[in-house]
């Protein structure tokens, strides 16, 4: 899929043009489908995503900043709608009986290659962090150790190693959801 | 992070009791950086074909429409010439979107996710204000200690607010933004985040720094008096310097990996950081032109008049509809005024003296006619 980013288009959507939101839409609408089907396996699910996330475009148009990545913006908009629909799951557990695996034809090899790019994301990611900041990140993420150990390992305050993280996870958040991202290109 | 459970769920070999559990990690704040990066890879590698399952995408575009013209009824629906209605004549030529054929009756099909939806939407608005404040809760304190509690004060469009802070400082919030701060403020730091614009008087405090963040930009100050204008949507961010000294950081550009660009501001000095180029001017400012809205003053110095809107739409929460669009040209910018405490039927009588344009208010919609 290509990387939608056609300024001409978001300013119509701003203007509330309906030709620019059906555009968006066909650029969109499969692939959100797709993505909300991966993890919450149910159709009817999956198109409440499909129209929330549009809604939500719809709604908050004029806020749309057209020279950003607009597939960083709705991509971040379908996440939310995602967790929001599955921490209500957790709590309903019987919505699970009849989990359809087999919806999204994607094949075990691009699987695997996704789970490479999500470590490929990560790394590359904490590695812009200022390097004192990597490393808090990666000792109370990838080691598990506690605030108050990092503290103490590092002979810094408590404080600093929480804004330190709170500072690192801004970032990180930011830049996993807006990047555009080169597999883009590759997409299978 | 378990691999062999990820690996497994993209694989889609989960038991529903492991699904529950890849649920119970995507959705747990700790985890929020490493599920950001799956659904983030997967949004990237999921592919836009048609799935083989029953859905029409034409139809459940339909209910969309349908569930947004039901919301903006003022969005001269009625009207023959809506959009929405144009659309849904047009939607039945066969598009990419079009899907194989669903049995279903396509009527009863549209009705009933429109009831989906309306139940859906209940839903959606409690588990959002739930996840909100989740996420408020967790956003800075991805911690095992006690959550911290954080305080936000939100203006709608036309209104503004002043807020006294505990250790003296005081905050005028512009309409349209958001201040966020933490309810024990001052007592170990002093720590802001806004959204939109607001103008600061910091009370003195050597030791600790007062501090405002606005998406990837920080503005410290120890004892002075600034503006912040960060709207989101606008492609600048704007730090305007009163009286004393503050010192601006930098924590990432959104599309480079640069950290922390600095720069320190001298009295009447901004800093103009340009999103999209990820490039800062320092520049003079007139004091007019950044401050007088904290003091209810509508102030344009040669301003466009796309911008002219923005101001007043912000202003007086209002919407602009501007007719005959082809007719701007460059003699609608430039425009001077300053207005104070007026009604906007008065700015746009006094604007239109000097620009050519009629207007009609109608509520909460003006239409500009050149």
């Excluded at chain 2, 320190?264 to 180029?277: C, M, R």
Aim: aromatic share 10%.
């Amino acid at each position: 899929m290509a990387q939608f980013n056609d300024i001409k288009v978001l300013r119509g959507l701003r203007r509330g043009s309906l030709n620019a939101f059906n555009e968006i839409y066909e650029q969109y609408a499969v692939k959100l489908f797709n993505f909300s089907m991966l993890y919450l396996k149910s159709r009817e699910e999956a198109e409440e995503i499909v129209q929330d996330v549009f809604v939500k475009i719809w709604q908050n148009r004029e806020k749309i900043n057209e020279e950003l990545s607009f597939n960083g913006y709705i991509f971040r908009i379908a996440k939310n709608c995602v967790l929001n629909k599955l921490r209500k799951k957790i709590n309903e557990p019987d919505s699970f009986v009849s989990v359809n695996q087999c919806l999204v034809g994607q094949n075990q090899t691009e699987n695997e290659v996704l789970f490479r790019d999500m470590e490929g994301l990560l790394e590359e990611a904490i590695e812009g962090l200022p390097v004192q900041r990597q490393l808090i990140f990666r000792m109370s993420r990838q080691n598990g150790l506690s605030n108050k150990e990092i503290a103490e390992q590092l002979d810094i305050s408590v404080n600093t190693v929480e804004g330190q993280i709170r500072k690192a996870i801004n970032y990180l958040r930011n830049y996993i959801d807006i990047l555009p991202i080169i597999i883009a290109t590759l997409t299978l | 992070m378990n691999r062999a459970l990820i690996n497994k769920f993209l694989k889609q070999q989960c038991s529903p009791e492991e699904l529950v559990e890849i649920y119970q990690w995507l959705c747990d704040s700790k985890n929020e950086i490493e599920a950001t990066a799956l659904f983030k890879s997967s949004w990237e590698r999921v592919s836009g074909v048609i799935p083989k399952s029953n859905v029409n995408f034409d139809t459940l575009k339909r209910s969309i429409l349908d569930q947004l013209e039901e919301e903006e009824p003022s969005k001269n629906l009625t009207n023959d010439k809506s959009p929405f209605r144009e659309e849904q004549h047009n939607v039945a030529s066969p598009e990419k979107i079009n899907v194989e054929a669903d049995n279903e009756d396509l009527s009863s099909t549209a009705h009933r996710s429109h009831y989906v939806l309306s139940w859906t939407r209940t839903a959606a608005i409690i588990v959002m204000a739930i996840g909100l404040t989740f996420i408020i809760f967790n956003y800075f304190n991805n911690t095992e200690e006690e959550p911290v509690k954080y305080i936000v004060k939100s203006n709608p469009r036309g209104q503004k607010a002043t807020i006294f802070l505990k250790d003296g400082s005081k905050v005028i919030l512009n309409s349209e933004s958001t201040l966020r701060y933490a309810q024990d403020f001052g007592e170990y730091n002093r720590e802001l985040i806004l959204d939109g614009e607001a103008f600061f008087e910091v009370a003195k405090d050597s030791i600790k720094p007062f501090r405002v963040t606005t998406q990837n930009i920080t503005t410290t100050a120890l004892g002075t008096s600034f503006n912040i204008r960060a709207f989101p949507g606008e492609k600048t961010f704007n730090v305007s310097l009163a009286t004393g000294k503050v010192v601006i950081d930098q924590y990432q550009g959104s599309d480079s990996m640069a950290t922390g660009k600095s720069f320190t501001l001298d009295v009447g000095e901004e800093l103009i950081y340009d999103n999209t180029l990820d490039q800062f001017d320092r520049v003079n400012f007139d004091p007019k032109e950044a401050l007088s809205w904290k003091d209810g003053i509508i102030y344009f110095n040669d301003s466009r008049f796309e911008e002219v809107i923005e101001k007043l739409e912000r202003w007086y929460d209002v919407e602009f509809e501007l007719v005959n669009q082809d007719k701007m040209d460059d003699t609608y910018n430039h425009i001077d005024g300053e207005f104070k405490d007026e009604s906007l039927t008065n700015v746009l009588r006094i604007m239109s003296f000097s620009k050519d344009f009629k207007y009609t208010i109608n509520g909460k919609n003006v239409t500009i006619e050149l």
